[in-house]
């Protein structure tokens, strides 16, 4: 299958899926989303497909977030809309029988953060950085941050990424348990490969019950839900209408708290 703006290829029964809009630091717009669940689709479909690593095209960026420019005039359902989409996909990544393992070779910001921690696990270049700055756009992360970082970094490391919106570089991540390992650029993806070889090795079963399992150690769904509305009610606000507009224009944003 073809995309526009993924580009896909398999070699060995690894499938690398790409998000290609470098000029805009790949960030996920509608179509992307789209096609990202379609993608997804073909891994649970395509038996030739034993496992798969999501990243991002150019040397800068996974996913810089969710493509801003779409936010602008939503109301608080488009809102929740585009956060259940969202959900819906990026929990298929996370359930999927085979392993998926995201390859940060940039920023990976906002929904960007949000779409590696739905990969099984992740591998970062060093020049990786992370961050969930919806806070600086009077915004919180839509696609399960607010839930599978707490999950990954402990209640206190979550609340200070998620309330300062600050990055943090690849060594940071590791230290954090964000990243597993953290690799020189030129060397991103044969590593994720080498990974994916042995993990190919292995019995199939075996690993969709390993992936089953450990996502079963938590199946509260209640706080996903619960992201879905805070989010929501975020594009009722004159501060996400600011904080939208201030990264538009390139300028500081002057949040009122209303
Ligand atoms: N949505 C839409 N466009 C984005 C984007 C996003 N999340 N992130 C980057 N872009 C665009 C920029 O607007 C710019 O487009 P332009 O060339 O048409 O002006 C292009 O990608 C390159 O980004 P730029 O900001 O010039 O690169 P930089 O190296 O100066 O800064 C970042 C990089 C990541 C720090 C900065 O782009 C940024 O803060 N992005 C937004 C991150 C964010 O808030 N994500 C959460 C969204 S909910």
Known sequence: MSYQTLLTSLEDGIFTITINRPDKLNAINKTVM?????AVAEIYNNPAIRSAIITGAGPKAFVAGADITE??????????????KGHDIFFSIERSPKPIVAAINGFALGG????ALSCHFMIAAENAKF????VNLGLIPGYGGTQRLVQLVGKNRAMELLMSGRTVNAQEAL???IVNEVVPQENLLARVKEILTLI?????????KVIDCVNNFDHSKRGYDYEVAQFGECFATEDMKEGVNAF???RKADFKGK
């Open 200 to 208: 190919n090795s292995k019995a199939p079963i075996a690993l969709t």
């Open 34 to 38: 789209e096609e990202l669940g379609l």
């Open 131 to 134: 961050g969930q700055p919806e």
């Open 248 to 250: 538009l224009e390139k």
């Open 112 to 115: 960007g953060c949000e779409l």
């Open 71 to 84: 936010f602008m005039g939503l109301s608080k359902e488009e809102g929740m809309a585009i956060a259940k």
């Open 175 to 177: 230290t954090m348990g």
